[in-house]
Each structure stands twice: as structure tokens, then as C-alpha cells.
């Protein structure tokens, strides 16, 4: 069951309408909105018609959906990363990241507000704590807190939190900013590899020779590579940092020399991959895009048995 279908339950339960009926509402929405909306914005109008306000209510992390502005959720902190310094638009400040998770998934947690970015800096917010989280938005499948957002410590307790990453098998035409997809696709387009330096200390990216966090440093150098993946609904530009370069055939050597990558490039276009990773949107952009974390070659047997249900 994917986040729409969750959606539509819990508003049947809510209205105590057949989820047939609701389903039929969001798809009525749609038709009259030119399909200018995704289903699951749709489910939030129908919803709200319904005077269903799940503003006030606190959701596990498999209801919550893509443009919520006001999630609220229970979660406990599986890991907290490193605050790190950003300057964009002639303005720079903080930015602190953590995994949170309950018993039906596991999301990024951004925090940009001073103050809750404090609580990480003085470590008043550690891996175990239940943090209760009021008013995030959902951007690309990511809780974001605002000063409008609120975390405080909360004393309930979650059993079997997931820890790992969950994907789900999809096809692109079907895939949204924000989920973790499994995509069975042939690679139709290969790009020269970017490169770029990054902190041998803290792995951030380095600008004119100095890290933001650890100053001068002389960077190491990395690759970034874009292809195209087409599982035949869809087409996709897809993006790969540094291993997962190496999981499409090529060698260290042959992505830190161009003249090398150029002779071999063409030979991984046509080949198919199971790749699994982040369907997101390119903010400069406006496009959707795949961040690949595996490109894995396809295994026939594992692939009939999964069919068989074996």
C-alpha cells in the first residue's frame, strides 16, 4: 500500500465513506482541476470538502504525503548529522539534518530555524530520542521545520522503529518527488562526468580551496555523472556520485580521465539495471529527476521468484 492508498483510507475511516467513494471524488477532482494536481493533493481537498483536518492530528510517517504543510508526527532519531554552514543568494546561515523513523518508515528530518538547529549544536537532541513534530512541510518525501515548526521531547515509545531504507518497486510514470523507488530501466543516454572537491575531513564540497567547516584544506577530487533511464513508461534524468559510478562497469581510472571515459561510455547505453534511489525535484530546474544509490545487474532468477512469490 503506497502513500495515496493510505491517504484515501484514512479519509474513509474519517468520513465513514466507502474507499471506492473517495476514490471516485479524487478522481472527479482531478478531471475538474485539468490534472493539474497529483492524486494525493487531490485527496487533500477532497478532505478538507469533507471537513477532515488532519492539521491536528498526528500521522505515522507512511500517511504523510508530498505537499503537506502542516504534518505532525511522533518519530524517534535513528541518526544526527553533522550542522553544516551554507551561503545561497548572498545569504548564508545553518542547516541541521537528521534520520527520524516510527514502525512504518524512516524520512529525513531538516531543520533551518536557529533554534532548533541549537538543540542539535547543543547536543540536547541525540540518537533515541522520540521528538514530537508539529507543523513540518513535505518537500521531496523530507520533513522540514520552519520557526513556525515545533520539536519537544515526547515520553511515548515506539516499538520497531525502521532503521533501513524502504523502497517499493515502481515504474517512472508512476513515481513521485520524494519516494524511494525501485526502477527496472535501460540506460539510453550517457553524459561526460562533472567534477568537483570535496573536504577530506567532513566530505563537503570545497570552494576555492577552503571548507566551510574545517577551512583551507586541499579538497579530493569526485565525480558526478548524469544518464537517461527509460523503463518504457517513462524517461528519466538520473544522477550517480562516485561508487555508484563504479557499479555501471566503469573503473576509478576511467571516470577521473575523460579521454578514457569518451572510449567506453557508449558501451553501458542499451544495458538494463535494477536501480534504486530518490525521486526528486531539481530546484533550478523545475524537473523531476532520479539519485541513483545502487545500479544492480539484473538477476533473472531472483526476478522469477519474486514473481512466483517465492
Not at 482531478?30 to 471537513?51: F, H, Y
Not at 545500479?295 to 519474486?306: F, G, P, W
Amino acid at each position: 500500500m503506497d502513500n495515496y492508498d493510505r491517504l484515501v483510507e484514512k479519509i474513509s475511516q474519517h468520513a465513514g465513506v466507502p474507499k471506492e467513494d473517495i476514490e471516485r471524488k479524487v478522481e472527479a477532482k482531478r478531471a475538474k482541476l485539468s490534472g493539474l494536481v497529483s492524486k494525493e493533493g487531490a485527496a487533500q481537498i477532497v478532505a478538507a470538502e469533507l471537513g477532515i483536518n488532519f492539521e491536528n492530528e498526528h500521522m505515522k510517517l507512511s500517511e504523510i504525503v508530498e505537499g503537506m504543510k502542516k504534518a505532525n508526527s511522533i518519530v524517534q532519531v535513528i541518526d544526527v548529522y553533522p550542522v553544516r554552514a551554507y551561503s545561497k543568494n548572498g545569504r548564508e546561515g545553518k542547516v541541521a539534518n537528521l534520520l527520524v523513523g516510527d514502525e512504518t518508515g524512516n524520512v529525513r528530518m531538516v531543520l533551518w530555524d536557529v533554534n532548533h538547529i541549537g538543540l542539535v549544536e547543543k547536543g540536547e537532541i541525540e540518537k533515541g530520542d522520540v521528538l514530537d513534530v508539529t507543523n513540518a512541510s513535505v518537500r521531496n518525501g523530507e520533513l522540514h521545520l520552519s520557526s513556525f515548526s515545533d520539536i519537544k521531547k515526547s515520553n511515548q515509545k515506539i516499538n520497531g522503529v525502521i532503521s533501513s531504507k524502504q523502497y517499493s518497486m515502481k515504474k517512472l510514470k508512476d513515481a513521485k518527488p520524494g519516494e524511494r523507488v525501485i526502477i527496472r530501466g535501460v540506460i539510453v543516454q550517457s553524459f561526460e562526468p562533472r567534477y568537483f572537491e570535496v573536504c577530506p575531513e567532513c566530505g563537503k564540497k570545497v570552494s576555492e580551496g577552503a571548507c566551510k567547516v574545517h577551512g583551507a584544506v586541499s579538497g579530493v577530487k569526485r565525480a558526478l555523472l548524469n544518464i537517461v533511464i527509460d523503463d518504457g513508461t517513462e524517461s528519466v534524468r538520473a544522477v550517480l556520485f562516485g561508487d555508484q559510478i563504479l557499479q555501471l562497469g566503469f573503473s576509478e581510472e576511467e571516470i577521473m580521465n575523460l579521454e578514457l571515459f569518451n572510449s567506453k561510455k557508449d558501451s553501458i547505453l542499451g544495458e538494463e539495471r535494477v536501480f534504486s534511489g530518490t525521486i526528486r525535484t531539481n530546484q533550478l530546474y523545475n524537473t523531476q529527476e532520479f539519485a541513483i544509490e545502487k545500479a544492480e545487474i539484473v538477476d533473472i532468477d531472483s526476478l522469477l521468484k519474486q514473481l512466483q512469490g517465492a
